[in-house]
């Protein structure tokens, strides 16, 4: 089987568990543990941040990072098909006792003029008070697309000028970085929080984490612990968060060309994908995704009307060419 559901089905590679086995732990809730504290100081120089902590899944990372920004009972805007809003089983409401509202944009793009229509930063004792504007870079359900920097500056100039916050879900900001040579630490400039995931294309088995100053991320730590997120010996993750910055990062380039050549193999422009999503758009997603399957391919339908491919460090360029084939002839 050809797996193109998602990124997050990578496995170690035997590298990465040699690296696992041999990394140095102690209790991570005592602040013991050397190999996480390592990865919460690569990952906040990385972004330009002051401070990074680990945390299990990016959804939790996003839950910490977005609650730091707005209390129960304040808003978050973001666009219509952020993860935040449509894959986190309504986390940010049901934990945070936020609520949000959406601008819509087909390939996931910031919307000033929207936004503009929407912020209620402050008016008055019966409207919801805006607190933030989140951000999805690269925005996974609009086919990996990236956020160009100069839009992404433009949202941070308005949010100073209407003292709100900026959330940046960067679960792919890696691809992003890849595909458009920006530095890390330009993205990371434009945010107050940035959230990370190192279990998608980098190929890490669990682990995402969140960057920002550090009296924020202190904050976090208590909150993290009070979600049930301490965790004890963790290095032996982080260990493999850290060999996937080391080896697995400028690969991405690698998944970003075989996206490439799927879309050409199904219809698609390949100039509109950025990264290592296709979005497909098929009158049967359902019955395609079947069909896929008897074939050797893995897909997923993430609409009745849209399927997905995504690339990653488990797709060879043999394993793209086939799965392009067979694509096309369905
Ligand atoms: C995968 C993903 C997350 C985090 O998901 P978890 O499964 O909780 O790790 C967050 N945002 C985006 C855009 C994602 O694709």
């Known amino acids: 089987m050809i797996d193109l559901r998602s990124d997050t089905v990578t496995k170690p590679t035997q590298e ?19 190999t996480v504290t390592a990865l919460e100081e690569r990952v906040a120089a990385l972004l330009g941040k002051e401070a990074a902590l680990f945390t ?51 390939r996931g793009q910031i919307d000033l003029a929207a936004i503009d229509e929407m912020l209620s930063p402050d008016l008055g004792p019966f409207f919801v008070r805006t ?53 890390l630490e330009e993205y990371g400039a434009v945010a107050d929080v940035v959230s990370v995931c190192l279990s998608k294309g980098l190929g890490a088995p669990v682990g995402s984490l969140l960057a920002g100053p550090a009296d924020a991320i202190a904050e976090a730590r208590v909150r ?53 999503i296709v979005a497909v758009d098929s009158d049967d997603a359902l019955g395609m995704v079947a069909r896929a399957k008897e074939h050797g391919v ?11 491919l995504v690339t990653h460090l488990g797709v060879s360029r043999d394993d793209a060419e086939t799965a392009a084939k067979v694509l096309a002839s369905l």
């Open 298 to 308: 893995l897909i997923g339908a993430v609409g009745s009307k849209t399927v997905r």
């Open 224 to 276: 993290r612990k009070r979600l049930g997120g301490g965790m004890r010996q963790v290095g032996v993750l982080a260990a493999a968060g850290l060999h996937a910055l080391d080896h697995h990062l400028e690969r991405l380039a690698d998944d970003h060309a075989h996206a490439r050549l799927l879309a050409e193999a199904v219809g698609v422009d390949p100039a509109t994908v950025d990264t290592n």
């Open 56 to 106: 299990p899944t990016g959804s939790m990372a996003n839950v910490l990072a977005v609650g730091l920004l707005v209390a129960p009972g304040q808003e978050v805007l973001c666009e219509a098909r952020a993860h935040i809003a449509r894959a986190e089983l309504g986390a940010h409401g049901a934990i945070t006792g936020l609520t949000m509202r959406t601008w819509r944009d087909r």
């Open 131 to 183: 607190a933030a504007l989140s951000v999805e870079n690269t925005h996974n359900f609009a086919g990996g697309a990236v956020l160009p920097l100069e839009d992404l500056r433009a949202l941070r100039s308005y949010a100073d000028e209407h003292a709100v916050a900026v959330h940046m879900d960067g679960a792919r900001v890696w691809n992003a970085h890849v595909a458009t040579g920006t530095p």
């Open 16 to 34: 990465m568990r040699a690296a696992m086995a041999a990394a140095e732990v102690g209790d991570d809730v005592y602040g013991e543990d050397p």
